[in-house]
């Protein structure tokens, strides 16, 4: 059967979508990139937040539609939205063939078989073994390493710990083989990730094993190691000198705080608080390292004071990068059952307020990397802008800006370039190779 398959949500979703491509074309199947080619669609949701929930059910509708227009002749729903609303799923959409959750991609293949026959499958709550075969769905010189699922954190506001279940590290042998097998078929940046990758290995014996997780990827042909998603409660001394000195180890932290405001954290079950974050930020800034966060906007009960703080936290701080969320309300968490929630318009309007800040401090930023020189990997072409679209350490795939470049001489996507940054565009930055 010719398959189609459409991703959605984080990068770690991703990571399952290739694996279960891996499983379809094990299964003799052939992996197309078209609607119009695909006999059957897969739709990896996810249900993080609502427009998260929003763009799977769009997706879904849509995959329906080519259904529907002879165009594909099955649908299988897979992931959180599957694993968290199956029932609902399966009540509402009828012209779905399949509902996968989570833990039950080493039941695609069969699954395909089963409704090629006419049955209807719902299949959640179940235990995959690891797979380490992908199909990566990224430019070839860049993928995603998926160290661990779940989450132990129990932050109130987030459902990923009833969607995914508890922490759960991958074993480091099983890895560094699929590791290796990235660096074969010709990876140069690994980025790994995690729900918190600062935690992997704790629930193998009580203490974290990341960096030595990393020494034993750092053996293998990579030229870039990047770690996502760096819980602050967990970020410690010795992780902060790692990255710092290790030559592989791209220096870049992705660190969510979500908040300062004291009574906020502790109202989202944080763990840590504002002197904390604050003597985080300067460790890591002290280190040359490129800090990037996230933070929630109009979280229940944030008054005018606790949002101010934020204000103004984002205004004086020497942070890279930042992204602004206004808080959704999701059911089933601790969150949900607060009083003192906002209106939507109240939280919409803060997140837009401190993004609009961010854009403003940002812009300013680039300004002064005018002159400066950098070590950047070329990722895609704009034939729009005739630019090349280049990243250096300090800028991870698809979240932070880019740098626009022109070059005399060939240049090949995958390859690092020296680049002069000659101006900016916006939030991103223009330059030209260094000959």
Known sequence: ?????????????????????????????????????????????????????????????????????????????????????????????HEVDAILGVNNYDEIVRTVESICSGERVLATHGKDKFCDKRVLTTPYHYAYLKIADGCNNHCTYCAIPSIRGKYRSEKLEDLLKEAKALSDDGVKELILVAQDVTCYGVDFDGKPHLTELVREIEKLDFEWIRLLYLEPETVDDGLIEFIANESKVVKYMDIPLQHVDDGVLKLMNRGTTEARIRELVSKVKSKGITLRTTFICGFPQESEEAFNKLRDFVKDTDIDYAGFF?????????????????????????????????????????????????RAIYDDIDYDRQAFIGRSAAQAPDIDNVIYFTADSVVQVGNFYDIEITGTDGVDLVGRVLE
């Open 1 to 93: 059967m010719n398959i189609g398959a459409i991703s959605l949500g984080c990068d770690k979703n991703r990571v399952d979508t290739e694996k279960m491509l891996a499983r379809l074309e094990g299964g003799g199947h052939c992996i197309v990139s078209s609607a119009e080619e695909a006999d059957i669609l897969v739709v990896n949701t996810c249900a993080f937040i609502d427009k998260a929930k929003e763009e799977s059910i769009d997706e879904i509708l849509w995959a329906i539609s080519q259904k529907q227009s002879a165009n594909a002749k099955h649908v299988i729903v897979t992931g959180c939205l599957a694993e968290r609303y199956a029932d609902a799923l399966k009540e509402e959409f």
């Open 326 to 374: 206004a808080y959704s309300r999701e059911e089933g968490t601790a969150a949900d059952r607060l009083g003192g929630h906002l209106d939507d318009e109240v939280k919409q309007a803060r997140a837009d307020e401190l993004s609009e800040l961010w854009q403003v401090k940002l812009a300013k930023r680039n300004q002064s990397l005018i002159g400066t020189r950098v």
